[in-house]
């Protein structure tokens, strides 16, 4: 059990925190993230945090870690606040909330849960730390080590992809290793592509179907993290390597490092739905992106593999725009392309 | 002494290697390589399992050869103290 010590007694805290006026809030909120006693007690702010009621609207926190690896960091910016403190959190904020935004005008999902979870994310984590990741809870950044990384939260896909880490977690639940995991992987790049092209009003044939473009400083010889339209093309560079993504199943073979290539084999995934939303055409999220979600959201289940996703995908297909539609042809034919066969 | 150390994941998903040989290190390097290694064989770390939330996360694989042979595996969001101060002085070595 921990003990914590507060100067000023943490039921007063509580009491402002659950009753106070958002400005008391927020200043309830960040008199407790800045105490160095409760620094990394992560279990206090937690519960906390967890006392501001789930309003039904979009929620968004930003924290900064101040170059340390204690989460969540301290509270830097809230919902509605005009003005950032720096570029890692203006980013964090803008774009978590176009990925809020996108689920919500398209999918009508409110937040990760669909039950307006409120958006936390960290910034400035670890020293040039050139990562990001979702912990379970929240959205976490580095700020790269400025030789290889810039700062992840310059890229909106990175943002979103992390984010559909926590929807894929509340639906599907996929785990996280093999190929499970690489259709967890797969879901995420999806989802931060549309929520990209959504940004960019662009339609299939103007995307650049990358992920994480402009995340490489110009020393790297690479354009992304990864091609949806083009897997093992997104960068060569004698420091980093070759991309090692596939595009075909026949390139499929057990590892162990990275979960078993959770990475590495989403490639498979991401070039079937690439191949389907140029098929289909229009604006990828429309009809298959629809198909993926609904996918997502009502048919995959923890050990789904490829070629779950693509009956179920090949199923929902017929049953949002029929039996033998263009849609549905269009994604079997994807799916069959990358060596899936349905 | 011979340590290969491996870290994969992470959301660009590159596997970075490296094999570190004591002999190849200066004396201090050595000594506070070994204190690393002593603090974590004392405290029987080597097991924690990974992490079963997190995603986009570092991973790490270390091959202890010492006289006696080890493994460890860790990720991010599960290694303690220990774990890290050793990892921390290894991934210096991966750049």
């Known amino acids: 059990m921990h003990t914590h010590c507060f100067a000023i007694p943490p039921y007063i805290l509580e009491h402002i925190a659950k009753n106070g006026t958002k400005i008391d809030q927020d200043a309830a909120l960040n008199t407790i993230s800045i105490s160095e006693q409760i620094r990394g007690r992560r279990e206090t702010l937690s519960y906390i945090f967890s006392l501001l009621a789930v309003s039904g609207k979009k929620e968004r926190m930003i924290f900064d870690a101040r170059h340390q690896r204690f989460l969540p960091g301290q509270l830097i ?33 409110n ?15 670890g020293y040039k730390y050139s990562n990001a990741f979702w912990n379970g809870s929240q959205m976490v950044y580095g700020d790269g080590d400025g030789r290889i990384f810039r700062r992840f939260t310059r890229a909106l896909d990175i943002v979103a992809h992390e984010l559909t880490h926590g929807v894929t977690d509340f639906e599907a639940s996929l ?28 339609k299939v044939d103007k995307a650049d179907w990358l992920i994480g473009k402009g995340i490489f400083t110009s020393k ?5 993290i990864r091609s949806m339209k083009a897997p ?58 629809k198909v993926w979600y609904v996918t997502l959201r009502d048919k995959l289940r923890p050990n789904s593999d490829f070629k779950d996703a693509a009956k179920k995908t090949f199923d929902v297909a017929g049953d949002l725009f029929g039996i033998n539609s263009t849609e549905q042809i269009a994604i079997k ?3 069959n392309d990358v060596g899936v066969q349905i | 002494m011979k340590i290969n150390f491996e870290r994969s994941g992470g959301f660009a998903g590159i596997t970075n290697s490296c094999i570190i040989n004591s002999d190849k290190l200066s004396l201090d390097e050595q000594k506070h390589l070994q204190e690393l290694l002593n603090d974590l064989r004392s405290s ?38 220990k774990q890290r101060n050793l990892i921390d002085f290894l991934e210096t070595r991966l750049e």
């Open chain 1, 232 to 289: 093992g093309t997104a960068y060569n560079d004698p420091l980093i390597g070759k991309d090692p993504q596939p595009s075909h199943m026949k390139n499929y073979k057990k590892i162990s490092e990275d979960n078993g290539g959770v990475h590495i084999y989403s490639g498979i995934a991401n070039h079937a739905f690439y191949l389907a939303a140029m098929d289909i055409g229009g604006y990828a999220w429309e009809k298959t992106g």
């Open chain 1, 111 to 125: 937040s990760i849960d669909d039950q307006d979870m409120r958006l936390d994310s960290t910034v400035r984590y």
């Open chain 1, 220 to 224: 790297i010889n690479g354009d992304a």
């Open chain 2, 44 to 81: 029987k770390t080597k097991d924690l399992p990974l992490s079963s939330e997190g995603r986009d996360c570092f991973q790490y694989k270390i091959l202890v050869e010492d006289g006696e042979k080890f493994t460890i595996m860790t990720d991010e969001l599960t290694m303690d103290s």
């Open chain 1, 333 to 335: 034919r994807a799916w």
């Open chain 1, 175 to 202: 785990v996280y290793r093999d190929l499970p995991g690489a259709l967890n992987e797969h879901m995420s790049d999806v989802f931060g592509s549309l929520v990209k092209q959504h940004y960019k009003k662009q």
């Open chain 1, 77 to 109: 910016m809230s919902e509605g606040q005009r003005k950032a403190p720096n570029i890692f959190a203006r980013e964090a904020y803008q774009y978590s909330g176009a990925t809020y935004d996108f689920y919500k005008q398209i999918f009508d999902r």
